[in-house]
């Protein structure tokens, strides 16, 4: 099974940028697709973006509307990592982040969700 780990969340001023990274365990790690949730406080938990596994020759990405032209998701096979480069940031983006393996692409649903990182928090400051 993969662990992931999640890091890279902070406190950042509107208009700033962070990168999160997820950091996965497990040789299988490049096989499976990966996306990014986030959970605001009293809010579900929706969608942010995803990738496509590894061993294909061009990567595909899917990001939600709030986030898109925003954010860029992308991955490293030989470091095991899949990034979020989040830029221009607005208040609204403060949540807790997720990374996730998907077990199908381009799914945005949580119930697609085979393994979850602990999350790593984002405040963003007006």
């Known amino acids: 099974q993969v662990q992931l780990v999640a890091s890279g969340g902070g406190l950042v001023q509107a208009g700033g940028s962070l990168r999160l990274s997820c950091a996965a365990s497990?040789?299988?790690?490049?096989?499976?697709?990966m996306a990014w949730f986030r959970q605001a406080p009293g809010k579900e938990r929706e969608f942010v973006a995803a990738i496509t596994r590894s061993g294909v020759n061009t990567y595909y990405a899917n990001y939600a509307n709030s986030v898109k032209d925003r954010f860029t998701i992308s991955r490293d096979g030989a470091k095991n990592t899949v990034y979020l480069q989040m830029n221009s940031l607005k208040p609204e983006d403060t949540a807790v982040y997720y990374c996730a393996v998907l077990r199908s692409f381009p799914s945005r649903s949580d119930q697609d969700v085979d393994y979850w990182g602990q999350g790593t928090q984002v405040t963003v400051s007006s």
């Open positions: 497990g040789r299988t790690f490049s096989t499976y697709a």
